[in-house]
């Protein structure tokens, strides 16, 4: 009897959410917790659904349909960011939701998860419409007791940046005004408005952190035939958004050859390299990326994610690569700078291939790494760096003088100005962006290499564990 295949487009993969917690499930049997409290863990504790009235600017009044989800109280705040997009769904919500209590729990950020989205096509609505939604929706947040620096922290995300945040915090102030924390209630914000430096890039850089850790080890290395380090490796970057434009940034920097870029316009190939800021100029003066002078291009967006190269940088949205196309993707590395880019059967199809997959809830954590920075920032009142930087300064400058004088030989000037300086801001921000991923990366990867298990498995495996016994810790309430 033959079998008649079935046609490929009846196949339904998994929600987003149910491929979060098949993942979870999968390491969750790995693990000796309490069945009762891994269904803790996997559970999404509060949904808010909203529909709110906002006046558009012809005068019509629109309905808009958005979400918040805390996944996770085991750690207050919640944290998560706000996703405007056409495509938002309560799913999508919980499932990211979910995963931001994992990412948190893997590098050590002393929050629960929590996601919000708002359900409009950001391009059709004018800036004072935006404005209108961003604090009606703030406003309904509030109301709730859905937002607050020792609640719910809110940050960017697909299809929002420092304006939307600077939006929240204003309303935040304006109806708890007297709280004295109030601008910890929001991170991502614009610097001048309680921001920190570094926050912007920070999720694509830690992209490049995570990546560039990976590169260093040898052993998996040769197993993909690929030499150690940046340098020379050939990437493809799908979404030239905040995630994707700085990742691609930091890893051209570091030597890497970015062959292809996606966008919804199409793809672009150049087997001699992209250079990235050129190509956001001229995305910038032309309102597109195809006929980038150089590239090939393709109509398909997806197209690039199947060209031939090292590492392919997913960094636009979820199930991007699926049982459907995975087959084709010839990426040894999957650095998964989206959330969910890749659905369940895809990793298995991927991994059975041997390709190494880096895990959003780990490459992607670098956002709410330095937004943990900003939080601490807003609750202890001072810039950081701002007490210490002088001192620094001139302890070296001492230090130098010293050596000098023991020596009898002077120091280049030039020398000392490059030695003697104390860290600001920035520098601390990333060094502790830098150490925190190249932590992360080693805690997933032992674990990985113990347990036998692929690098999601493990991330799963670390952040389970963590979550559970701070639960066990705490106690059930009454
Ligand atoms: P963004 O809105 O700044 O950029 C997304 C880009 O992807 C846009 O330029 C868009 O045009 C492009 N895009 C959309 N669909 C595409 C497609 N099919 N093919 C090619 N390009 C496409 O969003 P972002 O903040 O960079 O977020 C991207 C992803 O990273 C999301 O999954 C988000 O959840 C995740 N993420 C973001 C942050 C953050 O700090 N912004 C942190 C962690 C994870």
């Not at 009846?10 to 693990?31: G, H």
């Not at 890039?201 to 993909?224: D, N, P, S």
Request: aromatic share 8%; proline share 4%.
């Amino acid at each position: 009897m033959t079998t008649v295949a079935e046609p490929q487009t009846s196949f339904q993969e998994p929600s987003f959410l149910e491929q979060v917690n098949k993942n979870f499930d999968k390491a969750a049997a790995l693990t000796k917790h309490p069945e009762g409290l891994l269904k803790q863990i996997k559970a999404c504790n509060s949904v808010y659904h909203m529909k709110f009235p906002v006046q558009l600017d012809n005068g019509e009044i629109e309905v808009i349909e958005a979400w918040r989800a805390e996944h996770s109280h085991h750690k207050l705040p919640g944290k998560g960011g706000i996703r405007f997009a056409a495509n938002v769904t309560e799913d999508e919500v919980m499932a990211l939701a979910a995963l931001m209590s994992y990412k948190c729990a893997i590098v050590d950020v002393p929050f629960g998860g929590s996601k919000g989205g708002v359900k409009i096509a950001r391009h059709k609505y004018s800036e004072p419409e935006l404005q209108r939604l961003t604090r009606r929706y703030a406003y309904e947040l509030i109301r709730k007791n859905f937002i607050g620096p020792s609640i719910d922290v809110p940050a960017p995300d697909y299809g929002t940046g420092p304006k939307e945040m600077a939006w929240i915090l204003d309303t935040y102030l304006a109806m708890k005004g007297d709280d004295m924390n109030a601008y910890g209630c929001v991170t991502g914000k614009p610097v001048s408005q309680g921001g920190v430096r570094g926050r912007t890039e920070a999720t694509g850089l830690g992209v490049f952190y995570g990546i560039r850790e990976a590169c260093q080890h040898t052993e998996e290395m040769k197993k993909l035939g690929l030499s150690n380090g940046i340098d020379g490796k050939r990437v493809v970057v799908q979404g030239l958004g905040n995630v994707g434009y700085h990742s691609a940034k930091f890893l051209q920097e570091a030597g890497a050859i970015i062959v292809g870029i996606a966008e919804y316009d199409g793809s672009l190939y150049d087997s001699k390299g992209i250079d990235i800021e050129k190509l956001m100029s001229y995305r910038k003066e032309t309102g597109k990326t195809q006929g980038f002078p150089g590239a090939e291009g393709y109509e398909d967006p997806s197209q690039a994610l199947e060209f031939e190269c090292d590492i392919l940088v997913p960094a636009a949205l979820e199930n991007q690569i699926t049982r459907i196309n995975a087959p084709n993707i010839k990426a040894k590395i999957i650095a998964e700078g989206a959330n969910g880019p890749t659905t369940a059967l895809a990793s298995e199809i991927l991994l059975e291939r041997g390709a190494y997959i880096l895990p959003d809830m780990f490459l992607n954590a670098g956002g709410v790494t330095v937004s943990y920075f900003e939080w601490i920032k807003n609750l202890s009142h001072v810039r950081f760096g701002r007490m210490e930087k002088r001192f620094d300064q001139s302890m070296i400058t001492n230090i130098l003088k010293s050596v000098e004088s023991i020596t009898g030989k002077k120091f280049e000037q030039s020398l000392i100005n490059k030695v003697a300086t104390g860290a600001d801001e920035l520098d601390l921000v990333r060094s502790g962006l830098e150490e925190t991923m190249i932590q992360a990366y080693n805690q997933i990867y032992e674990s990985a290499r113990t347990n036998k298990v692929d690098l999601r498995t493990a991330a799963f495996m670390n952040s389970i564990d963590k979550i559970a016994v701070s639960y066990k810790e705490l106690g059930i309430f009454p």
